[in-house]
């Protein structure tokens, strides 16, 4: 009876099983007319939707796009092009998912269109610099950038009489100023581990040895040689934090920001738009994290937020490779970036928000670095290493312990995953 | 029920089990063998590859976070099995006995089993991000003031949700496991004397051995494959502390890339959840064989 009992169960959840399995259903094939344009911004749709009917509605109807952008999509798209179910049209960010996608030999190569010439010099290295051999070879079209440093509230920082900080010193100083006069100085949200990032990408382009991608690749330096100011300056920041940072969420700390419960915010532009989601008013903007006392040597974090990819495999080619031209034109990138908030990479297009005006002409300017995670192999989880990091410094770690041990941990991992 | 293998089987028992075979085969076995395959390549999830052999095997064994997610896992599968199986008894018994609004409990008990995990795990993130914080400043407890999934006893905090989820299917196996024991027995056993836990481990359990083996079994396997729970409430930090071998999978996989390289991992947990498995079911068939 026993045997019989256990029998019923392990088939009933096998039955289960099995009945899952077969209710997972299989992608649709894309049609000759159309393409599909796949988005890893789940925020750009709106957007893009509305430049596509204008594209459409200008070659009456000939070519039709289908806009789509599911949910953790960088990860669709990798587990779609495992079965080679490629979209014709991709919006991607300029990292290893670029890298990736561009390595495998899956994207066309758009180095002899036209239209490349439209795009700022810069931001076109940036995307050559992630190409796996760093050959000056356009698999995408940067269209996009987003910048990362130091957000700030305008009000709260009249209060306490401080101005924009130029200098690490001016900075450190701030903080406690802001702390005399009762205000939070800054709000971290580590809970979400990605957060731990910012600090650092401001910080590493600035103050890592010039050649350190290329030598850390080749074996020939270490995190631990050349990063310890980067944390040590880290530690500065947490240690004038208060509050349960490790314990609070990036939209819990985005809703106390933007309610004025405190001054700063390690992070991008694209937190901007969840602050004006709770408050309208709220008088924010955006200044280049001062990683050294000297001005000129510190920058805004820029990197590339979207470029265009067409699939080599794809059938509609040339019709997205219209859409592609159609897109650069400076009015329709001016649009985008409008509506996105965005950087432009396209030349004649320009951010004028006031939301971040204080590093808008850093970035037209070019002063900027592109973020330093997109240099490291993928599999490398820095943000876990930082949030360990943070959560030693937490629980009393002695600081020089902590420092070496966070060094030694991103130098194993990065050597664990630079095999692949 | 004699010659069972040398009398002809009936052609609907065929019909019946065909259909099921080729599905398991296609969705299962398949997706499993080529898992396997791909483990000895440098496949990326797409795109060129060639055959590397051994060499994703050999480069788990010195992946630093590898190794701690393995330790991670074990130690929360051994401590969740070990809660829920005592727990879930322990329930069992109580809604077995004769209480008042019986069956109204057996159902609030269930509750949590209908409910999916992920949104399980998106109300206790916000329980232990908001609520619980606010408990702890109101009554001045320096330990509830901080949310505990941002602190290094954040595995507890997972633990609270896989325990208070897992434990209802468990009473519901064993409960109709106490509901299979003949009260012939008990009222026997009441007339040689035996009474309350000398009856529960001489009679009771013994006749409940077989559901305590499935359960050991399910509950293992399921907490060494935890993922759902752990992605809603931590995405596995702070640091690497709770991320399991499954998140560790989706997450290097996935979103890192290295399919080949975690398929090898995942074809060692599959050895390492089979041999656990296939263990515990011995024991316990000689466990049953004993009372039987």
Redesign the interface.
Known sequence: MNRKVIGKIVAGLTLITAAAWTTVSCSKKSNIASIELFSTKGENVATLQKLADKFTAEKNGSIKITIISPQDASTVLRSRLTKNDIPDMMAIGGDSTYTELASAGVLENLSNEPFIADIQENYLQMLYDVNKDTSKTAYAVPYAANGSGVLYNKTLFRKAGISIPKTWDDFTADFDKLQKAGIKPVELTFMDAWTCLPPWNSMAPVLQPKNFTDDRRAGKTTFAATHREILEKYLVILGKASGDYMGTSYNDGNKNFAEGKAAMMINGNWAIPEFTKVNPDIDVDMFAFPSTNNPAENTVTSGIDVAFAVSAASPNKKAAEEFLAFLVKPENAQFYVDEQFAFPTVKGAAQNNKTVNGVKDDIAAGKVSNFPDHYYPSGFDLASILSQFALNYKNGMDNETNITQTLAACDKQYDAVNVQ | MKNTYTSKVHPVYWIMILP?VV??FL??TTPFLQGIFYSFT?W?????WKVVGL?NYL?VF????IQSSYLFTFKFALTATILVNVLSLLLACALNSKIYFKNFLRAVYFIPYILGTLIISYVF?FI???II?DIGRALDIQAL????????HAWLGILIVTVWQSCAFNTL?YLSGLQ?INPDIYEAAAIDGAEGLYRFAKITFPAI???F??NLVLCVRNFLMAFDQIMGL????????T?TISVLLY??G??????A?QSANAVMLFVIVMIISLVQLKLGENK?KKY?
């Open positions: 099921m599905l398991f969705f299962h440098d990326k999830g797409y795109g060129i060499r480069q010195k992946d630093p976070s993130r232990f991000s908001n914080p003031k901080v949310n505990i999934l941002g602190t290094e196996i299979s051995a077989p559901f083996t499935i931590t995405s596995g930090g702070p640091g690497i502390s991320t997450k290097r996935f979103q890192g890339g290295q399919f390289y049953e039987e």
